[in-house]
């Protein structure tokens, strides 16, 4: 025992630990946990052929919670003290209304995760600012000479660090690192006047060298400029219902936010969600299969445990049509009876568990991507999108496409620029007649925003096509 | 009170401190951020405490410069060792970039002198039990007004107070207080025949205690606003008069704001680049940024990097007078800063607003929308189809549609589509109803015409 290295690196043991938890885990708390989370952050940054930004961020901290029926009480601390501590659980069991005092949690298993989805050699400071400086001068000078009108060329390099431990009354310590990092293009291009935007990036829980793999790096840099000089000729979005095909991988944000948000436990236990009620229900075409996957190695959104220290898994969420699961954390999974889906996450210490996604895609289908085309006669074809947003309660969501095209008798013509895809969540999926058999999941950019919190997750989607959605472009 | 300022005198003298340590490893100028403080927010649904968090915090950002090459560091570790560490990470990480000539410091004699007090500070401290009465009381007038309201995503009472001591290589050494109170509630309401439900939520946020509206009245507005959504279908497609209700006019006063920022200009990714002394609006436009207003959530006595904060015309009768800048993005396109420095420890300064907002006029919200025969009155926006760099918007809406002057039935599952430059340009009437609850506010606005995407 005590063979956990978090425990050092946090400069903890296991008595200060369990006695921190044996406070907080008073007679009335149904479940207290301790999150520990050291995290650093780095960022360099280019723009007008110049890196000249770099920044490094480090904190450390705390996060005790404790829950009684649906109340949660929650405190943390960026000081890791028995004292801070104390003061933490004292805050934190303030919601059950039992007296206070040491009690019993059992003595903890040592864990660490069965499997390691993210095992990177070169995450940190072994790569040398010089290194980072030098992939985004090659991308500066790859995205320039892909085009004389790219005038701008803004880059930047994330990278985070972070190492969690996660202590629960249910018996468990266990610890996690968890890297991260993104590589992120933005291109302006000018012709006679006319500047447009073109974007694009990647990353994961990968090192350093997945950027060079492939020479990934300049093919970011190269779609980024490619973006930006197409948007050059886009001509105004169409407004009105009409069919719409999305292209394979990052389209799938479509999924996140019109279905996925409003398959999270919390929303559904609280019956706010459009979705409340509807298990075992049609809520998509029998073409359509929807899991969230937290277990793809490397990924951005995969996990090798939550931030509950539960480990992740692969969940149905729709099958063939029918809604089969919701994405939970301990607490809603325990208050509405269903299963534990390994889906607790937070933005840091500083924040509380909420049922989160993690990598959501719907599975491939059987129908050629050309075929899908050329069933349109006329419609959009939407291969990227700059982000979307839900409204949970009436299922209505949004999503903007940052490329796009007409599709005009059942061929690909001219790119269109600003347009907005508007639907209602429940709806849209049973509005799916057709997909590919080309599965792609996106590069890795995908950061998902919740009650204020941000953390990373994965989409993907096979090419689809969607018989009726409402365009929101400025032309009839 | 003794050991609060003797902790305060604690943070300059680090400060101190650190900055000679800085100079010591090499650095040429720096400048150094310290915020601390303290949260507490309740959260009620229905009627029961949901959940409470409670925090102190503290954190410290660090920039030097290296002749022109700098670099920004943040920790929350205060330990000697950890600083003494940070400082010679940062100057190392300040060699490892390009030098960039116009990076510096603002120029010494610029720095604010004085400081006043702007009134941002009440040092009233709730219990637990005050505030979980609060946040119940918010919810319970939100769903006690109307039957159609049967559920909840819960009441909020969140409260918060800090400071922040901010000093630099030219012997500038400035520090403040403020704190805020908030309150919101998101009721649900249930269409009594279809089952359909809507959400909606309101919400009042004051740096003084005794300034909020009472529960009762942010409760009874936030159920107002939900109920009303009911029944709530698509229109057709058409292109339409379109009135802003202040929520979202304000959200295209925040579209104007990034537009007008220095370090959007300067890359070429701002619609308004070189639109400087331009007509961007009819002449009855007129829009501030103004850091001094006493008591205001953006109020400020001096910036990011130490500048005093000022009232600045960003658009006067229609044209577009001043960007807002830092010194960094003013040295780019060669303006003088506005004061504007926006600093989140650890970050490099960036360009944010202080109280920004259009200058009310005459009419009543109701008066606005009278004058339209048929159109849409908006009062939510969701998702992020704006693209600065050419103005292109397109978002999705939901409101009610008006005919003949009156609000008719409300309408969802919409889009509203145009240019920024021509909604702008084309801002027919602005409403009296302006309220700064909030960094960027706007009074009611009426532009003449936008697309609107439906069936």
């Given amino acids: ?476 | 009170m003794n050991q609060q300022i003797q902790q305060r005198d604690g943070y300059s003298q680090l400060a101190l401190d650190l900055l000679g340590k800085a100079k010591r490893g090499g650095a040429t100028e720096a400048d150094i951020i310290i915020a601390d403080g303290e949260t507490f927010s309740v959260q009620v649904r229905l009627g029961a405490v949901d959940r409470l968090t409670k925090a102190r915090e503290k954190r410290l950002g660090l920039r030097v410069f290296v002749g022109k090459r700098s670099a920004s560091t943040s920790t929350s570790d205060f330990s000697a060792e950890s600083l003494d560490q940070l400082v010679a990470e940062t100057c190392t990480l300040a060699r490892a970039v390009v030098e960039d000539p116009v990076s510096g410091l603002p120029a010494a004699d610029q720095m604010a002198g004085e400081r006043p007090d702007l009134d941002l500070y009440d040092s009233t401290r709730l219990n637990t039990e005050q505030q979980i009465e609060l946040a119940k009381r918010v919810e319970a007038a939100a769903m006690s007004t109307d039957e159609r309201v049967t559920n909840s995503e819960g009441g909020d009472f969140d409260s918060s107070s800090g400071r922040v001591v901010l000093g630099n290589s030219h012997g500038f050494l400035g520090e403040y207080q403020s704190s805020s109170f908030s309150m919101s509630v998101s009721p649900i309401a249930t269409d009594p025949v279809t089952g359909a439900m809507q959400r909606d939520s309101w919400y009042d946020v004051r740096r003084k205690f005794a300034k909020l509206d009472s529960p009762e009245m942010v409760g009874l507005e936030a159920a107002r606003r939900t109920v009303r959504k009911l029944g709530a279908r698509k229109v057709s497609t058409q292109r339409v008069p379109v009135v802003f209700d202040p929520e979202t006019a304000g959200s295209l006063m925040g579209n104007l704001c990034s537009a007008v920022s220095g370090y959007a200009l300067y890359k070429g990714a701002s619609f308004l680049a070189g639109q400087l002394d331009k007509p961007l609006a009819p002449d009855y436009v007129t829009v501030y940024d103004d850091g001094r207003v006493v008591g205001g959530l953006g109020s400020r006595p001096f910036d990011g990097e130490g500048l005093p904060t000022r009232k600045t015309t960003v658009v006067e009768r229609g044209r577009l007078k001043s960007y807002l800048l830092d010194t960094y993005s003013g040295r780019k396109l060669g303006l003088a800063s506005t004061g504007n420095a926006s600093r989140s420890v650890g970050e490099n300064p960036s360009v944010g607003p202080t109280n920004f907002y259009l200058a009310p006029g005459t009419k009543t919200a109701q008066d606005i929308i009278k004058t339209v025969k048929q159109g849409l009155y908006v009062t939510d926006l969701i998702g992020f189809g704006i693209n600065m760099v050419t103005g292109d918007y397109s978002r999705g809406a939901s409101g009610f549609w008006i005919e003949g002057g009156e609000l008719a039935y409300p309408v969802e599952e919409i889009t509203i589509a145009g240019n920024l430059k021509d909604m702008f340009a084309g801002i027919e009437m602005i409403g009296s109803d302006l309220v700064l609850r909030g960094r960027i506010a706007s009074p009611t606005v009426k532009i003449t015409e936008m697309m609107v995407a439906g069936n």
Avoid at chain 1, 209 to 226: I, K, N, S, T
Avoid at chain 1, 258 to 274: P, Q, V
Avoid at chain 1, 328 to 353: C, F, H, W
Wanted: glycine share 12%; hydrophobic share 35%.
């Fill in chain 1, 1 to 476: 025992m005590g063979d956990l290295v978090q425990l050092k690196s946090f400069g903890l043991t296991e008595g200060e630990v369990l006695g921190a938890l044996g406070r907080v885990k008073v007679r009335d708390v149904d479940y207290a946990d301790l999150y520990f989370e050291s995290c650093v952050s780095e960022s360099v940054s280019m723009e007008e052929s110049l890196v000249k930004r770099a920044t490094k961020s480090v904190s450390q901290g705390v996060g005790v919670r404790a829950t009684a029926g649906e109340k949660t009480g929650f405190a943390y601390s960026d000081e890791l003290t028995k004292k801070d501590l104390e003061l933490a659980a004292d805050t934190a069991r303030y919601i059950a209304n039992s007296p206070g005092g040491t009690h019993a949690v059992p003595v903890p298993v040592h864990q660490r995760p069965s499997r390691d989805l993210y095992p990177v050699d070169r995450a940190r400071a072994e790569v040398a600012t010089a290194e980072r400086v030098a992939l985004l001068n090659a991308i500066d000078a790859e995205a320039r000479r892909s085009d004389p009108r790219i005038k701008n060329v803004m880059a930047s390099f994330n990278t985070e660090y972070k190492v969690v431990m996660v202590a629960t009354s249910d018996g468990t310590l266990i610890g996690d690192v968890q890297p991260l990092s993104r590589l992120q293009v933005t291109c302006i291009a000018e012709e006679n006047g006319q500047r447009q935007a073109g974007s694009f990036g990647g990353g994961g829980r990968v090192g350093f060298e997945f950027y060079y793999e492939g020479d990934r790096y300049l093919r970011f840099a190269r779609e980024a400029a490619r973006e930006a000089i197409l948007n050059l000729s886009a001509v105004e979005a169409p407004a009105g219902v009409m069919p719409v095909v999305l292209g394979g991988g990052w389209p799938g944000i479509l999924l996140h936010e019109a279905i996925g948000h409003g398959l999270e436990a919390d929303f559904n236990r609280k019956k706010t969600s459009a979705f409340s009620n509807l298990l075992g229900k049609r809520v998509a075409s029998d073409v359509c299969t929807i899991v969230d996957d937290g277990t793809l190695p490397g990924r951005r959104g995969s996990l090798n445990m939550d931030d509950e220290g539960t480990t992740t898994g692969r969940t149905m969420l729709i099958e063939r049509g029918i809604l089969r699961g919701y994405i939970t954390d301990k607490l809603n999974a325990r208050l509405m009876g269903i299963p534990l889906t390994g889906n607790g996450r937070r933005e840091s210490y500083q924040s509380v568990v909420l049922p989160r996604m993690t990598n959501t895609f719907m599975l491939a289908g059987t129908s050629d991507p050309e075929e899908i085309i050329r069933s349109v006669d006329r419609g959009l074809y939407a291969v990227s999108f700059g982000g979307g947003q839900v409204d949970i309660t009436n299922g209505k969501f949004v999503f903007s496409a940052s490329e796009a095209y007409l599709i005009e008798g059942g061929k690909i013509t001219r790119p269109v620029k600003g347009a907005t895809l508007i639907g209602s969540g429940p709806e849209i999926l049973t509005k799916v007649s057709m997909v590919g058999h080309d599965l792609k999941l996106d590069e890795g950019i995908g950061t998902c925003g919740k009650e204020g919190q941000s953390v990373p997750v994965g989409v993907g989607l096979p090419t689809i096509r969607i018989d009726e959605i409402t365009v929101g472009g400025t032309q009839r």
